[in-house]
């Protein structure tokens, strides 16, 4: 009986640890199958076409892209169900689209390469786990300048609203940056919801709108003005200025004085994409080492991928527009979200702003 007992008794040991075994085993889980094609949003010519079809001859995957013209924009279209799988998003629109759920949680197992990522990159306020988005380029925000028809040297934001340059300003239409700049003019904090600075702020915009014109955010569009003299001053970012110099040497691109901005895109993935799988392989493909130096040396700007920089042109490396040195960026300040109250008060500003004048 006891005999029978110690038997009954190691089988069902036996049967336990085989069902503890197998429960602490990792299923393999069946790779999901490769979409056909991808859709891309973004910035027009800010992805080179190289790099995309580089993705579809490695992977068969086709990548279509839209573009849009302003972040506004881009949010609009994306809150109102604009179909995408991917998208570049400025860092501070981020946590309004994780807020309403248009943003899919990005499997990091799918995306190894993020270790590429630079740390000054990584855990950013708005997405501190990095789990909705990846980040991808940066820049700041200057002026280009004709230095040959503008007389005694532009050194500062508030050189906007000097008299000798009336009519001889160009513009785009960014809500966030605008007011931004007014903002810092003003000797007041880039991303201040202070009711009555940003009353000030519009205050002073309303008076540089009327003596400034709106270009396109394309570059070469919007720096054709300052090419052919119509303008003399330009706010914008290095791609604008490595466009510039290229047909006039005499356009400057600088960072004033009171401190510039300094904006950053990430990568994300629409909550909607049927395609989560190849659009976290599109990713991680974004971010090998040799593919973003791909990136770089093709358009130009400065990227979050650390381990890109030994395949980047070291002739971008040291441009100082692109890759601007630690010394300049110590006085400069990240975007960063709004909070509801103030994003609110920045749309009322810009709403204003747009009707005034018309």
């Not at 979050?304 to 441009?319: G, K, V, Y």
């Amino acid at each position: 009986m006891t005999f029978r007992r110690g038997v009954i008794l190691f089988s069902w040991l036996g049967l336990l640890s085989a069902c503890v075994s197998a429960a602490s085993t990792p299923v393999n889980t069946p790779t999901p199958p490769l979409a056909k094609e991808l859709v891309l949003y973004n910035w027009a010519d800010y992805m080179p076409q190289t790099v995309l079809d580089a993705f579809t001859a490695e992977y068969g995957v086709k990548i279509t892209y839209l573009p849009y013209e302003s972040q506004e924009e881009a949010v609009a279209q994306i809150e109102a169900g604009q179909t995408y799988d991917v998208a570049v998003i400025e860092n501070d629109q981020v946590p309004t689209l994780i807020a309403r759920h248009l943003l899919a949680e990005i499997d990091q197992r799918h995306v190894p390469n993020f270790k590429n990522i630079g740390d000054n990159f990584r855990g950013l306020i708005f997405d501190p786990d990095d789990r909705y988005s990846v980040p991808y380029s940066w820049g700041t925000t200057g002026l280009l300048v004709r230095t040959d028809l503008i007389g005694a040297p532009v050194t500062r934001w508030a050189d906007l609203w000097n008299p000798r340059f009336a009519g001889k300003i160009a513009l785009r239409a960014q809500p966030t940056e605008l007011i931004s700049v007014a903002l810092k003019s003003l000797g007041y904090a880039l991303n201040s919801e202070n009711p009555a600075e940003l009353e000030a702020a519009l205050k002073r915009l309303l008076e540089l709108k009327a003596v400034s014109r709106f270009v396109d955010v394309e570059a070469e569009s919007a720096v054709a003005p300052l090419v052919s003299g119509e303008a003399v001053i330009l706010i914008g970012w290095p791609g604008d200025a490595l466009v510039a110099r290229r047909q006039n040497p005499a356009i400057h691109y600088l960072l004033p004085a009171e401190g510039s901005m300094l904006w950053g895109d990430r990568l994300v993935i629409s909550a909607s994409s049927p395609n989560r799988y190849t659009a976290e392989l599109f990713l991680n493909f974004l971010l090998r080492p040799d593919i973003g130096g791909q990136i770089v040396n093709e358009n130009r700007y400065a990227i979050a991928n650390e381990a890109a920089r030994a395949f980047i042109d070291p002739e971008i490396l040291n441009d100082p527009v692109i890759y601007p040195p630690h010394a300049i960026l110590a006085s400069t300040d990240w975007y960063v979200p709004l909070s509801p109250a103030g994003q609110k008060l920045y749309d009322e500003a810009w709403a204003r702003f747009r009707e005034a004048g018309q």
